[in-house]
Every structure is written in structure tokens, then in C-alpha cells.
């Protein structure tokens, strides 16, 4: 597969292509925008490495352009250090993946090799189908994977998928533990057979049993035929149960019982009905302290906790957030009929610094919500709602850093507190923080706090 790479120095080109020659890359090389644009017209590569300093046009509008004229075409950019807010809105204006120079080996060898394997010889220009259950398509391909946690994640996922082990996944509310559970099912031998989610916090305590295993007609009142519980649906599948630390003791015991002996009694039945399936279990909860105040049995939380996958928030992983703010954008724009909306890229960055703690979720809804109420054509920092503007929420109450605060939040704020010192006098201010007046002109653009 041929990968052209555009920029300026030779010696760049030839490293990248001593990286990319062992995942079967043939490499070309453009030097200029002209040389690019000329380049493209003979031949569409599979791949292109797109330098955001390359001489020409603004680096935004060409990939505009490019994408106009060549939709199909994979487009990474090379960005260098100082390049974050353009390399988001690159990712914003479809870019495929960013690479920082100097190239580091082994995200060379991981996501530009991975973009190299699912790239064709020819890439259809064919809208997206919608991303649903489809076996024949790996459900982890779809995570964004940027931060150094979700890639541990999503690697684990890859082991795991493939074996009949039961698995627990830990997470914050809202970070996305079913879609991983269906990532497990059908990546797996099961991916044919069904796959029945349960969440057993919306469940009523009194029906949570015949949910789960069935009943027979006349079981109690207002069961007026035979029913089939989750297991039985699910057999030869995936049963995925969210929220499992919410059950009652007694169902626990139940479900203890279908763990260890494959087999489910139906509520007013008496005889057993084999099943076979896999459990996946999910909870925001802390199962061990639940445990100590004697809400779950320890002997379920074993069984349950044969792998455990843990899920990382979003503050954990913010160099994800670029792609998944312009994926929800895109989505909301289709699902809602609406024009398309551009991200301011001072947006971002404002973005990063706050800790989510609805995590994607809140993401996805704050997104719908700037799509439809946002007044231009354009989401900017003033669209934000209020919890965006107010002090960087990372922080203690009494100022202090708190322990993982990223350093983007601490330079935020950081800045904010020196321009309210010098009474927003920002030669001071740059004096003061020992950086240039142009230098803190950008970062105060950069962090929304004109």
C-alpha cells in the first residue's frame, strides 16, 4: 500500500518511512502543497501524512479541500508540540489521526499501522452504515483511543473477547461499560448467538427473579402465560447485567445458584433448565465496600470477578476528547437534520480542563445541546454553559492542586489567577509568569479566558 507523506524535510520522510516499511507502507514524498496537489492527481495513496507546516495554503483549508476532493482518503497529521489547538480542530475537521513530531516508534507502529491494515488498496467513499451489533465488523474498532488508558483498556478487550471467562466491568456512570460489554460479545465464538442486556437497577426487586429466569402461567398474580427468563434468551449467547451490585440479596443467591450450576428454575417451576451463556456483569459501585456493610455476597463477587476490566473516566482520558466531541457533532448534526456546525478550537481545550463527571455521556449530551441551541454555525466558548466558565473545577476549594490535575487545568488556571492579580494588565501578567506577551496572548485564546 503506498502512503504519501508531505513535508518540507527530506530526513523526516525518509525516518517515517523506515517506520512504516515493515507494516507494508511504499512511500512517497511531497515537499510542498504544490507537489501534493500534483502528486494526488496521478494517484490516490492509502495513506497521507500531512505536515501542518507545510508551505501553501493554511493547513486547515487544505485538509478542507482535501477532504472535498478526496473523501476517502485517510489523512494523519504531523504536528509538532505547540500545534494542540490546530491538531484538534484538524481531528474536528476529519482527520484521521494525529502524530506528533519527532515521530515516536511505537505509535508509528501502532495507529499508523493500524490505519494501514483496515486501509484498501481503494477506500470507499460511501457513507458510514449506522454502527450497530454487526458481527462481521470488530465492535472495538469504534473507541477512540488517544490516551495511554483506554489503549490498555481496549487491549485487554482483545484478549479477552475470545475466551467463555465471565467478566466484571468497573466504571464511573456514563463511561460507556455496555458498549464495551457488546465489544466483548461480538468479538467472540458467541457473536452469532444473542445478546440480552439487563440493567438491574431499573428492575423492581419483586420481578428482578422472573426477569432473570422466567416464570409459569399462574406463578402470581397477572402471569397469565409462560415466560422465558433472560437466561434462556440468551442461551448459546452474551447475558450482559448493568448495575448488578443493585440486586437483592436474594436474587444474588439465585444467581449464584445459574453460575455454579448452569441450569435456571423458572418462578413457580420445578424442574432445572440447562443454559449455556456467558455472564458479563457491570457496576458503578464499589462491590467490596458493599460487601463490608453486607448489601453483596462476597461468594458472587468472586465468581463474578474471574477478569476485571476497568473502564478509565474522561478525565483520564482527555486526549481522546478531540475525536469524540467531533464524532458526537457529526452524529447530532445527522440524527437531528440540522447545518453542519463547526468547534471553535479555543472550545477544546476548555473542554479538557473540565472533569467530567458524567464523563462520555455528559459529553454526548452537552454536544446535542450546543448542535440545536447554538446560535451561529459555529459552537465558540460563549455557547459553553456556565459550569464551563466558572473556576477550573479541578482545583481544591482552597486552591491548591488536587493530585491528577492535568497540566492543561493547572496552566489554566494558573493564567487566570496572574490576569486577575495585574487586573487583566497582561504585560504584567507575562512578566510575572516569566513567558512572552504573544506567548500568553495565544494561551489565553487557547484556554477561552478573554
Known sequence: MEILVAHTQEAVRRQLGD??????????????QEELLIALRRHTPALLLLDLHLPGAPALDLLLALRE????LPVVVLAREEDQATTAQALLLGAADALRLPPDPHEVAGRIGRLLRSAGPRRSTAPRPPAGPDPSTSSRRRFVCRSAAMRQAVALLDRIAPSRSTVLLLGESGVGKELFARAIHYNSPRRKGPWVPLNCSAMPTTLIESELFGHERGAFTGAVERTRGKFEQAHTGTIFLDEVGEMSLEAQAKLLRVLEDREVIRVGGHGAIPVDVRLLAATNSDLEARIAQGAFRDDLYHRL?????????????????????AGFVEASVRSNGVPPRRVHPEVVPILQAYPWPGNVRELKNLVESLVLMAPGDEITPADLPARFRRREPDLAEDGALRPGVSLQAAERELIRRTLAHVDGHRQRAAALLGIGVRTLQRKIGRYGLR
Open 19 to 32: 517506520l512504516l516499511a515493515p507494516h507494508g507502507g511504499l512511500l512517497r514524498g511531497a515537499a510542498s
Open 305 to 325: 470477578n474471574v477478569i476485571l476490566l476497568q473502564i478509565p473516566p474522561l478525565r483520564q482520558r482527555r486526549e481522546d476528547l478531540p475525536e469524540l466531541l
Open 69 to 72: 476532493r478526496h473523501p476517502g
